[in-house]
Nanobody
Framework: QVQLVESGGGLVQPGGSLRLSCAAS????????MGWYRQAPGKQRELVAT???????NYADSVKGRFTISRDSAKNTVYLQMNSLKPEDTAVYYC???????????WGQGTQVTVSS
């Protein structure tokens, strides 16, 4: 059963932009904080950005000032706007929904982002 569905990945030149989307069910979206993680070849999965139901955000230092996470409650969707992309941003990006209160943790299937000239 697929709980989260990502889209928006692709190939982009350095300095370019992409917007990733993650669609969730109403119940998952309303009960969980949402986030984006990424995993590059040969590296561990790392946190990129998170956002709570109240809109509080947190970013990895490597993406601050370049990436913006947001959520749309009407669409049960979380977004990751990625600007000024660098080759180092190349990775598979995963959507996550997590709640310590409800003890839930969901992951999307991932979407590939490649930054190259």
């Amino acid at each position: 059963q697929v709980q989260l569905v990502e889209s928006g990945g692709g190939l982009v030149q350095p300095g370019g932009s992409l917007r990733l989307s993650c669609a969730a069910s109403r119940s998952i979206f309303s009960r969980n904080a949402m986030g984006w993680y990424r995993q590059a070849p040969g590296k561990q999965r790392e946190l990129v950005a998170t956002i709570t139901s109240g809109g509080r955000t947190n970013y990895a230092d490597s993406v601050k000032g370049r990436f913006t996470i947001s959520r749309d409650s009407a669409k049960n969707t979380v977004y990751l706007q990625m600007n000024s992309l660098k080759p180092e941003d190349t990775a598979v990006y995963y959507c996550n929904a997590n709640s310590a209160v409800f003890r839930t943790d969901y992951w999307g299937q991932g979407t590939q982002v490649t930054v190259s000239s």
